[in-house]
């Protein structure tokens, strides 16, 4: 068998933000358009109750306050099960949606899962990776192959 694999899409600053409906760790369906009208920051990340994935949400945790400050939401997104998801929020009191991403189909419109390096070799999976969608549905900022250490300082800059 020959596994042919192909570029992942990326979004620009103006695309519009595909829109999404996945379940939520409390198996509630959220959609991107809960968010219409308001800034929020999409992010996806690999894998629940991982060291980078735990430090990446605990940073968007403890800097909710300033973000909300902005006039901006948080939704982090992996394809990991609701339940795992629950117990993650549970672990780290995590503030904000975490949303089920199971078959990857929003990562992948989102150019968040592809090939990657993984420890120098070609792998498919998700790409950590972070998008401001403004008010009008179109993306503000858009961030791929984040590092988690310092990630939403990052993001932030330049947001005020």
């Known amino acids: 068998m020959v596994v042919i694999m192909t570029e992942a899409t990326r979004l620009d600053v103006?695309?519009?933000?595909?829109?999404?409906?996945?379940?939520?760790?409390?198996?509630?369906?959220?959609?991107?358009?809960?968010?219409?009208?308001?800034?929020?920051?999409?992010?996806?990340?690999?894998?629940?109750?991982?060291?980078?994935?735990t430090k990446e949400a605990c940073d968007f945790r403890d800097s909710l306050g300033e973000l909300n400050d902005l006039g901006i939401e948080v939704v982090g997104i992996s394809p990991d099960k609701p339940e795992k998801l629950a117990k993650f929020r549970e672990d780290h009191d995590l503030n904000f949606p975490l949303l089920s991403d199971p078959d990857k189909s929003v990562m992948?419109?989102?150019?968040?899962?592809?090939?990657?390096?993984?420890?120098?070799?070609?792998?498919?999976?998700?790409?950590r990776s972070t998008f401001l969608v403004e008010e009008d549905g179109t993306i503000g900022k858009a961030m791929y192959n984040v590092k988690a250490t310092g990630h939403v300082a990052r993001v932030m800059k330049g947001l005020a």
Do not use: M
């Open 14 to 53: 103006g695309d519009t933000a595909p829109a999404f409906e996945l379940s939520d760790d409390a198996g509630n369906t959220v959609s991107l358009s809960d968010y219409a009208g308001k800034r929020v920051v999409v992010y996806f990340y690999p894998r629940a109750n991982t060291p980078g994935c």
């Open 108 to 127: 992948t419109a989102y150019g968040a899962f592809g090939e990657k390096k993984n420890y120098g070799k070609i792998v498919q999976g998700v790409i």
